[in-house]
């Protein structure tokens, strides 16, 4: 298991929604949150947050080339830097983040994580939930 991830502003969202943004800390030493995720997100007071200024020249690729967002742009250009696993549940950023080798998971695998190592009862309930939320799309 890492100590440390960093998270996308989906993934922050999806757990906030059903009341499990606490599982981040149980289950990781640190989450880093670029600057551009807190700006989208809100301030998080998790006591395992650390905030990271993004400088990279990747981002310009990953904002204008491929049009992700800010926040996922700063995650994965982090991610890549630093070589940290990161948190993403947007398919495009998912699969740019792939493409660069970067070790990824999203709202579904964290919470499988913390049904595994007894944290959480049930995974399927809280997908079940985001779903009913409107947060997942099962085709």
């Given amino acids: 298991m890492p100590e440390i991830v960093i998270v996308d502003t989906s993934v922050l969202i999806a757990l906030e929604n059903i009341d499990q943004l606490h599982l981040l800390c149980k289950i990781y030493k640190e989450i880093v949150l670029p600057e551009a995720v807190v ?4 301030n998080l007071n998790l006591n ?3 905030i ?4 990279s020249k990747l981002l310009n690729i990953l904002l204008k080339a491929l049009n992700l967002g800010r926040g996922e742009a700063e995650v994965i250009a982090f991610s890549y830097e630093t070589g940290i696993p990161a948190l993403i549940d947007d398919q495009k950023a998912r699969k740019v983040a792939e493409d660069l080798g970067i070790k990824i998971s999203g709202t579904i695998g964290l ?5 595994k190592l007894g944290i959480l ?3 399927v309930e809280k997908v079940l939930e985001l779903k009913k939320k409107g947060f997942l799309h099962f085709r």
């Fill in 121 to 123: 009862k049930s995974a």
């Fill in 39 to 42: 700006k989208e997100f809100g």
């Fill in 48 to 50: 395992c947050l650390s």
């Fill in 111 to 115: 919470l499988m994580k913390a049904q």
């Fill in 52 to 55: 990271k200024k993004v400088e």
